[in-house]
């Protein structure tokens, strides 16, 4: 019998796990649906002479013992810019300019100065316990044995090592809106607006929503400052793959896998899109816990509370991408030129991103979005012609379900977010060389995120730790026996971090079961 593993999908999870199972000894084949590597962390072209990172654009939380365990800079990673600063645009005069720990510029209200140190100081004691269990299996519910029972007891003793004061406030905020813990913690409100898309990106949640401290959480339990690599988002995957091939991995691309094949409740192997029967001794799902069981395992081999919990998972995205080729640097309002290659934001009040999330409640598009802006040639001039650059924007709220559909609507939502930006640098549409929007929706097709999804489903208290992605799934293994998870959708969650990637092949390598 074959000992080959099989994982679907070469997102970063995916090379991720294949690369630790590979330097374990382990045969790994990697079947990717798409023809390069990578997932939602790639870079293209999408127009002649123009490359972005086309959805994920901003490294937060990348596990660095994953970086040099996997010696990713011996396999090209590198740093086209370390520590971006976070730059809250004003329609009115100067933006607030903060580095994650303190307020460089900009401050409406004195008092706000401190504050702000002092919230991000607390913000981040408190993401590091939730960091702590990112490189961990979530804790069991039930035990047979104290063994079993220890990772609930660590987990119990870290919060209580927290101190008196801290633990306190976890409790209290983790399911606070934002918003509230913003009115009572800060006075300005491009300060207020800025740690609101913290909170929310990413999300169907708007400030007012519980949870969305959790996301903040979450965010923070990266580095205080984003970084942007040389050759975007896509030389990350890149470095992974090489790191995998270097460890023996097979990588097959334009492999899309149609069904998980099952026999007598175990996995055998996988059957592409072709017709090709590949077999496995163990199979690693890497794409979303929707598509995995509803798409390519098919229900009827889940018990049925099991399968009705993945079918109302949530999972709807808000998040699409507009990627803007321009002949020249757009100038914004009251933005020195030393800042444009910034995290640029677009939600100058917290009130301001609670308004835009409403219609996305209803399944409407946002007239007045969030917009999360990159120009990554600033800093990387490979990316476009010399002179020339190119911005890529994450643009919120944009519901994956949209009423009408997207192709009716897409070009006035195009039209619409460029009139904000032109709102915020004039002049901006005379730069214009190219355009591509990327609804939800193409981010499911192109990408194969169910629902557009950043997190591969949403990121709250019910979909977390042992409960991520639904209660029955939470330690990578499932059901299906030599059937595992290894992406975004089971913890710690979304974002490039690679975390999912490296738990997981930790569970396959015990033979875990769920
Ligand atoms: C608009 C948007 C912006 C984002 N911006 C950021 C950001 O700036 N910073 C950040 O850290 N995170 C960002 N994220 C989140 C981040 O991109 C994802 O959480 C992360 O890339 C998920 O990685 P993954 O490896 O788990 O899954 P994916 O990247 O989704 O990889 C899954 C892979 O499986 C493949 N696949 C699926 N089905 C099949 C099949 N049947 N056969 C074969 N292959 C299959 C897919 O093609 C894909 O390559 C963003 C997400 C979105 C939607």
Redesign the pocket.
């Known amino acids: 019998m074959t000992k080959r593993i099989i994982i ?7 090379l991720v796990c294949a690369a630790y199972l590979a330097r374990a000894g382990r045969e790994v084949l990697v ?4 023809a390069q590597v ?4 790639v870079t293209r072209t999408f127009a002649p002479g123009y490359q972005v990172p086309a ?7 990348f596990d660095p013992a994953i970086e040099r365990e996997l010696q990713l800079r011996q396999h090209g990673f590198t740093d086209a810019k370390s520590r971006v600063l976070t730059v809250a645009l004003n329609p009115d005069g100067a933006p607030l300019v903060h580095d994650g720990r303190e307020v460089v510029s900009g401050l409406s209200h004195a008092e706000d100065r401190q504050a702000f140190t002092d919230f991000m100081h607390k913000m981040r004691r408190l993401a590091a316990l939730l960091k702590r269990q990112h490189g961990r299996t979530p804790p069991q519910l039930t035990w047979a044995s104290w063994r079993d029972a220890w990772p609930l007891v660590r987990l119990a003793l870290q919060m209580r090592l927290l101190g008196r004061a801290d633990m306190r406030e976890l409790l209290r905020m983790i399911t606070m809106p934002m918003h509230d813990v913003l009115e009572e913690s800060f006075a300005g409100d491009l300060l207020k607006g800025a740690l609101a898309v913290d909170a929310v990106l ?1 999300t169907k949640l708007g400030p007012r929503s519980g949870n969305t401290v959790l996301n903040f959480l979450h965010r923070y339990t990266g580095a205080s400052a984003p970084r942007v690599p040389v050759g975007g988002m896509g030389a990350v995957s890149e470095s992974l793959a090489s790191a995998a091939r270097a460890a023996g991995v097979q990588i097959r691309l334009g ?4 069904a998980i094949n099952i026999e007598s409740g175990r996995a055998t192997g996988v059957t592409l899109a072709s017709g090709e029967v590949i077999a496995a001794s163990t199979v690693v799902s ?3 816990p929707k ?1 995995t069981f509803e798409r ?1 395992v098919g229900l009827q081999y889940l018990e049925a509370e099991l399968a009705r919990r993945i079918h109302h998972m949530r999972c709807e ?1 808000t ?3 507009l990627h803007v080729a321009l002949r020249a640097l757009p100038q914004f309002k009251g933005v020195d030129a030393a800042l444009v290659g910034e995290r640029l934001l677009i939600a100058p009040s917290a009130l301001y991103v609670d308004e835009a999330f409403n219609p996305a409640k209803y399944g409407e598009y946002s007239t007045d979005p969030i917009v999360e802006i990159s120009i990554p040639s600033i800093a990387d001039p490979t990316l476009a012609p010399a002179g020339h650059h190119v911005l890529s924007a ?1 643009v919120q709220y944009a519901p994956a379900h949209l009423n009408g559909g997207w192709e009716a609507q897409r070009a006035a939502f195009e039209a619409r977010v460029l009139a904000v930006l032109e709102r915020y640098a004039p002049g901006f549409g005379s730069h214009i060389v190219a355009t591509e929007l990327l609804t939800p929706a193409d ?1 499911e097709t192109q ?3 169910r629902g ?5 489903g949403e990121l709250t208290l019910d979909q977390y730790l042992t409960l991520r992605p639904v209660p029955g799934l939470g330690h990578y293994a499932t059901p299906v026996q030599a059937l595992y998870l290894c ?2 959708g089971c913890h710690p969650g ?4 690679g975390r ?2 490296r738990n997981a092949a930790r569970v396959v390598l015990q033979g875990g079961v769920s």
Do not use: C, P, Q, S
């Not at 679907?8 to 995916?14: E, I, Y």
């Not at 079947?31 to 798409?34: I, R, S, V, Y």
């Not at 492999?255 to 149609?258: E, N, S």
């Open positions: 679907v999908g070469a997102g970063h999870n995916g079947l990717e649906a798409n990578g997932g939602a962390a959805v994920a654009h901003l490294l937060y939380g990413g492999a899309r896998v149609a890497g794409a979303d598509t390519l995205g998040a699409a991408k994450i981010l990408f194969g995120l557009g999804h950043w997190h591969h992406g975004a979304g974002g490039v971090m999912a990637g």
